[in-house]
């Protein structure tokens, strides 16, 4: 027989593993989004708050307005991409907000800048460490901050 107590300890394991795969999975949402909608803009708002603040080492950027500039960008110098991300580190509910969360994770992408040139190509490797809210349509990520550790090849064009 289940006592009272083991219900709610379940019941409280169960939330954290749910948190846990919803929160992973709006970060593989992501990275899914930057490689196979990366011509257009639609998606922001299933992985991201309107209010998001995303930082690179080549800039900044906040809202959707700020995140379709840096996909414009990204659309524009690379015809072809390739995200990968894990390893993913969660800490749910930092300082005992029941709606946040942190997440370390590590991302690899290859950038190609013509199909018809795939071994040309500029890639790069990283950390990200991201803060994402409960809304009701479920986790987003409202600020995103990306440590580049190593690239190789022909990065973005001047002016990018």
């Not at 006592?3 to 992973?24: H, K, N, S, W």
């Not at 708050?49 to 809202?63: N, Q, S, W």
């Not at 290859?110 to 990283?126: K, L, Q, S, T």
């Amino acid at each position: 027989m289940t006592t009272p107590d083991e219900l709610a300890q379940l019941g409280a394991q169960v939330r954290t593993l749910a948190d846990r795969a919803a929160i992973t999975e709006v970060c593989d949402r992501y990275v899914h989004h930057l490689d196979a909608d990366r011509h257009n803009d639609t998606w922001f708002g299933s992985v991201f708050t309107a209010d998001v603040h995303l930082t690179f080492p080549f800039g900044e950027f906040k809202g959707f307005e700020g995140l379709a500039g840096f996909q414009q960008m990204a659309r524009t110098t690379f015809e072809r991409t390739h995200h990968l991300a894990g390893n993913y580190t969660i800490d749910l509910h930092p300082g005992g907000d029941e709606d946040a969360a942190r997440v370390r994770a590590h991302l690899m992408a290859v950038h190609v800048r013509r199909p018809d040139e795939p071994a040309a190509h500029f890639d790069i490797g990283g950390h990200y460490e991201a803060e994402l809210t409960r809304t009701p349509a479920g986790w987003r990520i409202r600020r995103f901050t990306f440590d580049l550790v190593w690239n190789a090849g022909q990065g973005p064009n001047p002016g990018h």
